[in-house]
């Protein structure tokens, strides 16, 4: 069964400390997104890719960067963890023009 | 620009009874409108879809209907199991973009 996969499901890790959250899909799906879930659920986009080398910045400003090499990866990378940026971030993708987003499990970063 | 306004929880019902989630957007033109349902420890995964004004919406027993003159996308149903427990999206797209706008979630308990 096609899926999206995120990794790890839970990370606590120190200050400072660069962290990188992986994400790949077997759908073959072109467009893949980051969302990040603050503690009151709400959902905001911060990065979104439509294909190999494509990466743009969502609605919401984020000090993580994407990188986007192969179409079913699409990892998000910190260079220097702060409590801020603990969360959860929601990895999904969606086929061309098919309107749907398929979400991985979601990756929960505390940062101490 | 684009929003989604849903009714905010938690909401804790009895096995059996009636739901309702009052979801209405803002959007210009014809958006299509989406429920995202999130159990716990999970990605969000699609309940149900319209993209046309007076489009229903259905699955697992919920619906929802596209009413235009009114910009809203109302989830329902009739009977709630135990299992049915979990955080509701309202969101939007539009233009074909799978650019989602969600709403801020509703957190739903359901008890035997």
């Known amino acids: 069964e096609a899926d999206i996969y995120q990794t790890p499901r839970y990370l606590v890790i120190g200050t400072g400390k660069k962290i990188t959250l992986e994400c790949s899909q077997t759908?073959?799906?072109?467009?893949m997104y980051w969302y990040q879930q603050d503690p009151g659920m709400e959902l905001h986009l911060i990065h979104y890719s439509y294909g190999v080398n494509s990466t743009e910045k969502g609605d919401l400003s984020s000090e993580s960067t994407v990188s986007r090499i192969r179409t079913e990866h699409f990892p998000l990378t910190l260079e220097s963890a702060r409590p801020s940026h603990t969360s959860q971030y929601l990895c999904?993708?969606?086929?061309?023009?098919?309107?749907?987003?398929?979400f991985g499990a979601g990756s929960r970063l505390t940062v101490l | 620009g684009n929003s989604v306004t849903q009714m905010e929880g938690p909401v804790t019902l009895s096995e059996e009874a009636f739901l309702t989630i009052n979801c209405t957007y803002t959007?210009?033109?014809?958006?299509?409108l989406f429920w995202y349902v999130q159990y716990p420890g999970e990605g969000l995964q699609l309940l149900l879809k319209a993209t046309k004004a007076d489009d229903k919406g259905s699955n697992k027993g919920f619906e929802a209907t596209y009413r235009k003159e009114t910009t809203s996308f109302h989830l329902e149903k009739g009977s709630v199991q135990v299992s049915d427990s979990a955080v509701y999206f309202c969101?939007?797209?539009?233009?074909?973009?799978?650019?989602?706008?969600f709403g801020k979630g509703m957190k739903l308990t359901v008890n035997p």
């Open positions: 759908m073959g799906h072109d467009k």
């Open positions: 969101a939007l797209s539009q233009g074909g973009s799978e650019k989602l706008v």
């Open positions: 999904a993708s969606s086929d061309a023009g098919a309107n749907v987003l398929t």
């Open positions: 959007a210009t033109g014809y958006p299509s």
